[in-house]
């Protein structure tokens, strides 16, 4: 199943009786046909991408480009927002810095704002959330702490 996955096959399918050379002339005629127009739609969506690109293919897509300054290295989960609101985005990273420039392009500014306000809420949420490591720190304190007497007593009842 791998082997298919990664090579391309082409199947012919065609129904008739006996196959005669003006039939397979006309399957094959579709069927580039057929490859041919799947070729020009990749091209369409090469030329004209979505969501995560480059600083060049976004500048060259229109006019409009926006940018802001982010200091979070974890850029990667604007991306889900961004595909959701239909933003167009590039992060840049600067050199010698720690810091990374987003430059944008949204259909709208209502969008553009809708979506830098999901991804803020979302930052902030996950700054409040308490760590799981410290959680499990504090439990181990606890457990540390708290000395149990675990030697015998051996007592003689009559």
Do not use: W
């Not at 199943?1 to 005629?29: F, N, P, Y």
């Not at 979506?115 to 490591?133: C, D, G, H, M, W």
């Amino acid at each position: 199943m791998q082997e298919e996955v990664e090579q391309k096959i082409v199947s012919l399918a065609v129904d008739c009786g006996k196959l005669t050379e003006q039939t397979l002339r006309k399957a094959i005629a579709k069927l580039l046909a057929l490859i041919k127009a799947g070729h020009q739609q990749h091209q369409y969506n090469k030329a004209n991408p979505h969501g995560k690109m480059t600083v060049r293919q976004l500048a060259a897509k229109d006019k409009g480009l926006q940018s802001i300054e982010v200091t979070d290295e974890n850029i990667g989960s604007f991306n889900r927002i961004a595909r959701k609101y239909g933003i167009d985005f590039a992060p840049f990273k600067v050199k010698g810095e720690n810091r990374y420039m987003v430059f944008f392009k949204a259909p709208d500014a209502d969008a553009m704002t809708a979506a830098f306000k999901e991804y803020t809420a979302k930052q902030v949420k996950k700054v409040n959330r308490p760590s799981i490591l410290e959680k499990l720190q504090h439990f181990k304190a606890l457990i540390q702490s708290a000395v149990v007497d675990r030697t015998k007593r051996k007592e003689l009842e009559r």
